[in-house]
C-alpha cells in the first residue's frame, strides 16, 4: 500500500477491525458491551471506507463488484418498498445489516492490505479462538449448573446462537483441520480433528441444538465425500471414520426421541389436525406462507414481521411469531419475487466463487470455506431464518465481503500469497 494513506485513517482499519471481532467474541454472553463495541467498529469503518473502497477496486475483482451491487440492490429495494409503507422494524434490521456488514468488512479487508497481514489465516485463528472459547464456555457452564441444579442447560449460550457459531466459526476451524488432516503427514492432525468433532459433539449434547445436527454434521459427513472428489491423495484417514461415528452418535442419542415425536406431530398434521408441537408449528407457518405467497407471489406482503402480516396468529396465538420458520419461504412472502433473486444472489455468490476456487486449484481452503459458510445457512434456512438476527448475520456478512475480496484476489493471481 502506499504511505499516502492518513494515520487516522489507518487507525480506523485498525479500531473497525479490533472492535468488531471483540464484539463478535462477547455478543453470545455479554450482549451490551458488545453492542458498544460493534458501535466503534461501525463509526470507524465509516471512517475509512472511501480508502477501503478504492483498495477494494484495485484489481478486476468479479465476485466483490457483484456482491457490491447485489448490496446497494437489496438496500435500494428496501427503500423502494418503504417508499410504500411496505417495511417495518424487520425491514429496517436487514438494511442496516446489509449496509453496515459491507462497510465494516471493507475496513477489516482494508487492515489487512495496509498491514501486509495474510487475511486468511487471520480469519482461521480468529475462528479457532472464537469456536474454542464458545465451546468451554458451554461445557463450563453446563457442568457448574448441572452440579447445583441436577438439569443439562447450556448455560448462557442458547441454542440458536450455538447454531450460528457451529455455521461460522466452527465451521472454518473444522474445514481447515480436515485439509491439515488431509495432506500432512501422520495422524497428528487427525487426532487434533476427533478431539475437535468430541468436544463439538459434548457442547451439541448440552446445548441441545437442533440446528447443529442438521448442518454441521451432515456436512462434517460432507466432507469424507470430498476427500474423494480431491484425489490422488486420498486417504480416508481416522478423521474420516471418526467424523461417521460422532454423525451417528449425534443422530443416534440426541434425534432418536425427537425424530419419534417429529414424526407423530407431522402425521397428526398431515392428518388435518392441529398440533402445536415443534413440527407441528412449523407445518403451520409454511402452510399460511404459502397461501400468502400464492396471494401475492410478485410484490410481497411488506418487510414486516410475520405477525404483523398475516391473521393466522388469531386463529392460533402460538403462531404470533416473527417469521415463517423458512428463510426462503419467509423472504417470498414478504419481498416477492424480486426479494428471493436478490436472496439468492447473495448467498449464491460465495457458493459459485468457491466452486471456482476448488476447481482451479487456486485456494481450495478458502473455496471450501465459502461453501460452507454459505451452502450451512442456506440449509439451515430450511427450518429457521437468519437474515433478519442481527449478531449472527452480521458475522456472516462480514466474511463474506472479506473472504469474497480475497477470492477474487486468488483466482486473479492463480496460486499466489494472500495480499
Known amino acids: 500500500m502506499s504511505d499516502d494513506i492518513p494515520n487516522f485513517v489507518r487507525l480506523s482499519a485498525v479500531a473497525a477491525f479490533f472492535s468488531f471481532f471483540g464484539a463478535f467474541f ?28 478504492r483498495a477494494a477496486f484495485a484489481g478486476p475483482d468479479r465476485f466483490f463488484r457483484l456482491y457490491l451491487l447485489t448490496v446497494v440492490g437489496y438496500s435500494l429495494f428496501i427503500l423502494a418498498y418503504a417508499g410504500f409503507g411496505m417495511v417495518g422494524p424487520e425491514g429496517w434490521g436487514v438494511f442496516l445489516e446489509l449496509t453496515l456488514t459491507f462497510t465494516i468488512g471493507l475496513a477489516i479487508y482494508f487492515h489487512h492490505r495496509i498491514s501486509a497481514k495474510n487475511l486468511l489465516d487471520s480469519v482461521v485463528r480468529i475462528s479457532f479462538l472464537h469456536a474454542g472459547l464458545m465451546l468451554a464456555v458451554v461445557v463450563v457452564q453446563s457442568v457448574f449448573i448441572f452440579k447445583f441444579s441436577g438439569q443439562r442447560v447450556g448455560g448462557a449460550i442458547n441454542p ?76 480416508l484417514s481416522a478423521m474420516l471414520y471418526f467424523g461417521a461415528i460422532f454423525v451417528l452418535m449425534a443422530v443416534f442419542f440426541m434425534v432418536s426421541d425427537r425424530f419419534a415425536l417429529g414424526v407423530s406431530e407431522l402425521s ?131 466474511y463474506m465481503t472479506v473472504l469474497l475480496l480475497l477470492a477474487d484476489r486468488r483466482l486473479n493471481a492463480g496460486s499466489g500469497a494472500s495480499r
Open 160 to 235: 440458536i446462537v450455538f447454531a450460528h457459531l457451529m455455521l461460522t466459526s466452527a465451521g472454518i476451524a473444522t474445514v481447515w483441520l480436515f485439509l491439515k488432516a488431509r495432506t500432512e503427514t501422520g495422524y497428528r492432525f487427525s487426532m487434533a480433528l476427533a478431539l475437535w468433532l468430541a468436544a463439538v459433539f459434548l457442547a451439541t449434547y448440552l446445548t441441545g441444538s437442533r440446528g447443529a445436527i442438521l448442518v454441521f454434521f451432515p456436512f462434517v459427513a460432507g466432507l469424507a465425500v470430498f476427500d474423494v472428489y480431491l484425489g490422488k491423495r486420498v486417504r
Open 268 to 398: 397428526e398434521s398431515l392428518g388435518g389436525q392441529q398440533n402445536n408441537g415443534s413440527v407441528g408449528l412449523r407445518i403451520q407457518f409454511w402452510q399460511e406462507a404459502i397461501r400468502m405467497i400464492r396471494e401475492n407471489p410478485v410484490f410481497g406482503n411488506g418487510l414486516r414481521f410475520f405477525l404483523e402480516i398475516s391473521d393466522a396468529p388469531l386463529r392460533n396465538p402460538r403462531l404470533a411469531h416473527n417469521h415463517a420458520h423458512n428463510q426462503f419461504l419467509d423472504i417470498w412472502m414478504k419481498s416477492g419475487i424480486a426479494g428471493v433473486a436478490l436472496f439468492v444472489m447473495l448467498h449464491g455468490l460465495p457458493v459459485w466463487a468457491g466452486i471456482r476456487l476448488i476447481a482451479s486449484k487456486a485456494d481450495i481452503a478458502l473455496g471450501m470455506i465459502l461453501i460452507w459458510l454459505s451452502g450451512a445457512y442456506l440449509v439451515f434456512g430450511l427450518t429457521d431464518i437468519f437474515i433478519t438476527r442481527l449478531g449472527t448475520m452480521t458475522i456472516y456478512g462480514v
Open 26 to 53: 462477547l455478543s453470545p454472553v455479554l450482549p451490551i458491551p458488545a453492542g458498544v463495541l460493534f458501535l466503534v467498529a461501525a463509526l470507524a469503518s465509516l471512517v475509512c471506507f472511501p480508502a477501503a473502497l
